[in-house]
């Protein structure tokens, strides 16, 4: 793949999983009404439809575009609209993190090889003037999302799409991308550069929504989006800030099995503080008793509060996102071009201490793994150096005897000053603390958010020893393994992600081994297997899987979290 979109991944990663984060404390399991246990959050009751739903962010919704966006329909909100060729299971749990059929009847049918894959679209899909949707659309919406005056989007396609590399834009070359092909108004054809079973996935991404060409104004165009889903936008103030979306009358339920579509109106503000939104959805007065967050969790000291209140914690929802937080070794600097010194740290690390301070046993699972633990990943258990719940500091001094530091080492410890209780302060604390009992001396060296990301995404910068974290673009070991440990994705000049700077043929192989499969189950296998096969190698040590805990208003009905997100799916959500 190409360098570029390695860059445009990780970063266009980063921005979601944060998103997954501030929006992930959302629900409890299953589709259900709030008023389960107290009888006073929910009304009760079946979910009907009408009412506005309230949507209470810190961040705005900027970038209102299906070329710019990134995630699986470009985020809670974003999936309102926009609908892509296929989505999410809108499934609690598990279940949801499956990928379905949306705008196509099925996932797609793959060529024998897994190159050329082939969709047909379901009759009577209608934008919100009530013209028909057509492959054409979709393959000029992907076409557009190749604009440099667009940028943002997933990088796939153009890694995927054959001639997707030099194609710049609709705009640029109105002859569009040949790799592409519509033989009629309901069947788009896409012919790639190699196999790639994971397809389907893919075409969850906005860039496979519809965009007619003749309603297309650029970058105007976020200020209104044609909407192809069960809403569409009645006004959108301050890039974002403030965003209301009404029914599309156009659009049928018929054709859509994933979005419910029960509020009438929701309307979306933005730019509040964290701790007003707490607050207010803990208050849930007025129009906040039917409101919801899709982009602030609770925090410990928050959460601490909510669960001492049982009417309050029958209104936290909890969800799982493919994301883990760990240790990042650069082998090229001394003295973490010994196996044994990272072998000797990963004894050394107490876990335990590691989820206190990230908030508790509530909001961070402990990880030996590198894949999160969910199915869908092919999560494969393993611990190659176990620790125990605290540390095996005997273990880590031998090893380190054996490594020719027998009176022990001191190292510096690079971590964010961010208060994101995953690469900031307090992690690196409670491992300076751990890894002393073993002899190791840790000086921490906390670095500004920008300053940080330069510093250990620069392959000529990287530190030795600091802490990372990764989300995945989809729920598959593909796109968590693939940029970190894939030889062919280091960078030399921009944004490297494979920081153990590991190019080894054999994982180079597999990886394009088991992007050849199309039986999605096969492939989890295969990359949970290889994750245990990389992780003997401790170029990293995981430290802990994140939980999502999020508030929501007394009269939500149906909440679901599924594993793909994490968060609570606002398709789902009912205020009456």
Same mark, same amino acid.
């Given at each position: ?5 390695? &860059? ?37 009751g079946k979910p009907q439809k009408g009412g506005t739903l ?18 699986? @329909? ?58 028909? &949707? ?6 000029? @919406? ?100 403030r965003l209301v979306l009404e029914r599309n009358p156009h ?136 620790? @125990? ?14 490594? @020719? ?172």
């Open positions: 793949m190409s360098q570029p979109s390695v &860059i445009s991944r990780r970063v266009a990663t980063t921005a979601a999983v944060s998103l997954a984060l501030v929006a992930g404390l959302a629900a409890c399991a299953g589709p259900q009404d709030t008023t389960e246990g107290d009888g006073e959050s929910g009304a009760g309230t949507v209470l962010n810190s961040n705005p919704q900027e970038d209102f575009d299906p070329a710019r966006l990134y995630t699986s @329909g470009g985020g809670n909100v974003p999936s309102l609209v926009f609908r892509t060729l296929t989505t999410r299971n809108r499934e609690d749990g598990a279940a949801g993190a499956q990928v379905v059929p949306d705008l196509a009847t099925d996932l797609g049918t793959p060529s024998k090889n897994a190159t050329v894959w082939t969709y047909t679209l379901k009759d009577g899909l209608k934008y919100e003037d009530g013209t028909a &949707i057509t492959s054409a659309d979709i393959k000029y @919406g992907i076409e557009r999302s190749f604009a440099a005056e667009l940028s943002g989007g997933a990088p796939y396609l153009r890694d995927w799409l054959i001639g997707g590399a030099d194609y710049q834009g609709p705009y640029k070359d109105k002859k569009g991308l040949a790799s592409i092909e519509v033989p009629d108004a309901k069947t788009i054809v896409f012919h790639l550069n190699k196999p790639e079973g994971e397809f389907p996935y893919l075409a969850t991404q906005t860039q496979t929504t519809p965009v007619p060409q003749a309603k297309d104004k650029g970058t105007k165009y976020e200020e209104h989006p044609v909407s192809s889903g069960p809403y569409k936008v009645v006004s959108n103030e301050n890039d974002g800030e659009w049928s339920a018929a054709t859509d099995e994933e979005r419910k579509a029960y509020p009438d109106r929701i309307d979306v503000r933005s730019g509040l503080d964290s701790a007003v939104i707490n607050q207010r959805l803990s208050g849930s007065q007025g129009a906040d008793s039917a409101a919801v967050t899709t982009d602030t969790n609770l925090g410990p000291a928050e959460l601490a509060k909510v669960s001492g209140d049982k009417k309050l914690a029958a209104r936290v929802g909890t969800g799982h996102f493919g994301y883990t937080n760990y240790i990042a070794f650069n082998p090229k600097v001394k003295p973490f071009d010994n196996p044994k010194v990272r072998q000797a740290i990963s004894y050394a690390v107490d876990r335990s201490s590691v989820v206190n301070a990230a908030g508790g046993s509530s909001l961070a699972e402990p990880a030996t793994t590198y894949l999160p633990n969910q199915k869908s990943f092919g999560y494969t258990p393993y611990d190659h150096f176990p620790a @125990g719940e605290t540390g095996n500091a005997a273990k880590a001094k031998e090893l380190l005897k054996e490594a @020719g530091y027998p009176k022990g080492l001191t190292v510096t410890l690079t971590h964010s000053n961010d208060k994101d209780f995953e690469t900031s302060p307090e992690i690196a604390t409670a491992l300076q603390a751990a890894l002393k009992k073993a002899g190791i001396t840790v000086e921490l060296k906390g670095l500004e958010s920008n300053d940080y990301s330069d510093t250990i995404h620069s392959a000529s910068k990287e530190p030795g020893f600091f802490l990372a974290h990764w989300g995945a673009d989809w729920p598959s070991g593909g796109p968590f393994l693939a940029p970190i440990f894939d030889g062919r994705q280091i960078v030399k000049d921009g944004a490297n992600f494979n920081t153990g700077f590991l190019n080894d043929a054999s994982v180079n192989k597999e990886i394009d081994e088991i992007n050849k499969l199309t039986d999605l189950d096969a492939a989890a296998q295969r990359w949970g297997a290889l994750d245990k096969k990389i992780g003997e190698q401790a170029l990293t040590v995981p430290l802990f899987h994140p939980v999502y805990k999020r508030l929501f208003g007394q009269d939500i009905k149906n909440v679901v979290i599924s594993d793909w997100t994490g968060v609570l799916d606002i398709s789902q959500v009912a205020v009456k």
